[in-house]
Structure formats: C-alpha cells, structure tokens
C-alpha cells in the first residue's frame, strides 16, 4: 500500500486553503444581495465617500475573488507525483 498522499498541498495546509476557499465561495454568492442592501440603507440613512461601494468598484471586487478562487481551486487540484 502506498502512503503517498493524493494531493501535492495537504495536511493541515491544505484544510486551511479549503476553509479560504469556501469563505470565498460565500462571499461570492451573497456579494450581490448583500450590496444592494448595503445601497438600500444609503438611501435611507444616508451615504459617504465610500459607502455604498459603487457598482464599478463591486463588479472589480467581484471578479478579483472569483479569480482568487479560480486561482485556489487550481492550487488545489494539483496531484502528488513521486
């Protein structure tokens, strides 16, 4: 039996660049509803300079962090070679 481990990243490694992985995922499919939120209350309590962010700047912050986790996943997927 071989005691080689499946992937190149593991141990406890790799359980802490899964766990950032799935905080991102979250993060990515709530980004949306959670701005327009953040938008709503602007209106209603007010806003500032940098709040509510604007849509160009979510848009960027939304696909750095799914080029983040592309860039995660691929990490991740790397298989152990002898």
């Known amino acids: ?3 080689n481990p499946t992937y190149k ?10 766990k ?3 905080n991102l995922r979250r ?3 709530n980004f949306w509803h ?3 939120i953040d938008k709503d209350m602007a209106d209603f309590y007010g806003s500032n300079s ?8 979510a ?3 939304f ?11 691929e990490e991740l997927s790397v298989l152990y070679n002898n």
């Open 50 to 57: 940098w709040f509510p962010m604007s849509d160009e700047d």
């Open 20 to 22: 950032e992985l799935s």
């Open 34 to 36: 959670f701005h327009q």
């Open 63 to 73: 696909d750095e962090t799914n080029n983040k986790i592309k860039k995660l996943e």
């Open 27 to 29: 993060f990515v499919k």
């Open 9 to 18: 990243i593991n141990g406890t490694e790799r359980r802490v660049l899964k």
């Open 1 to 3: 039996m071989d005691n």
């Open 59 to 61: 848009k960027k912050k």
